[in-house]
């Protein structure tokens, strides 16, 4: 069964310092795997997806995300933080058409 | 082109009682997922329909079911509701829904409280 593991619920940093949000994940096949960002009071939105094409994935404002198939993972960085990245961030797993499994989440603040 | 879109987006209801949610996909999109979020245990799944058939089920009780019309509109039905069904219940479609790698496109969500 596909399941997703985010190793911190809290990640604080500064302003300007760089992101890491980390994500391992379990996948009896070759998944597809995502990071959905949800802002307070707004929908969730995605950042970037995994399809096997390439092991970086690139996404949106500046995030990407490595994957890594011997360490089962799939963090999420971003070079320098801003304060509007302040959000809950999701790692996503999917194997199974139709069927997504979300981690529990990982907070970030951003402080000034 | 319109979002996802749920209805209502505030309900109170009492225990024992039920609730129908609404979520309408964007044009076009023929798979619609229904997750519940809650504080304590994130985002869980609950069913994806796609042509009016449930193709996935996540660990819920029977007590939650749903359904999808030939428009892809789609309902989730919450029967004997208990305050542990309190929870923002999120609605998700997709285009094809014939892919793992598909983007999913979310609803704001029916916040739904039970006293």
């Known amino acids: 069964a596909q399941s997703v593991t985010q190793l911190d619920s809290h990640v604080s940093v500064s302003e300007g310092t760089p992101v890491l949000l980390r994500c391992n994940y379990s996948?009896?096949?070759?998944?597809?795997l995502f990071w959905y960002v949800q802002h307070p009071n707004k929908g969730l939105q995605l950042l970037l997806k995994y399809t096997s094409a390439a092991t970086l994935v690139k996404g949106i404002n500046g995030f990407e995300a490595e994957f890594k198939k011997s360490e089962t993972s799939f963090h999420l960085t971003k070079p320098s933080a801003h304060m509007s990245d302040a959000a809950e961030y999701f790692c996503?797993?999917?194997?199974?058409?139709?069927?997504?499994?979300f981690g529990a989440g990982t907070r970030l603040t951003v402080k000034p | 082109k319109a979002g996802v879109t749920q209805t209502p987006r505030y309900l109170i209801k009492t225990r024992g009682q039920q609730v129908t949610l609404s979520c309408s996909p964007i044009?076009?999109?023929?798979?619609v997922s229904w997750y519940q979020q809650t504080p304590g245990q994130g985002l869980q799944f609950l069913f994806e329909y796609f042509s009016e058939t449930q193709r996935n089920k996540g660990n819920f009780p029977g007590r939650f079911s749903g359904r999808q019309f030939s428009n892809s509109r789609s309902e989730m039905n919450v029967s004997t509701l208990e305050l542990g069904d309190s929870a923002l219940y999120l609605c998700a479609s997709s285009l094809v829904g014939s892919a793992t790698n598909e983007k999913l496109f979310f609803g704001s969500g029916t916040q739904l409280s039970v006293l």
């Open positions: 996503v797993v999917s194997d199974v058409v139709g069927d997504m499994r």
């Open positions: 044009s076009g999109h023929r798979s």
């Open positions: 996948s009896s096949y070759s998944p597809s």
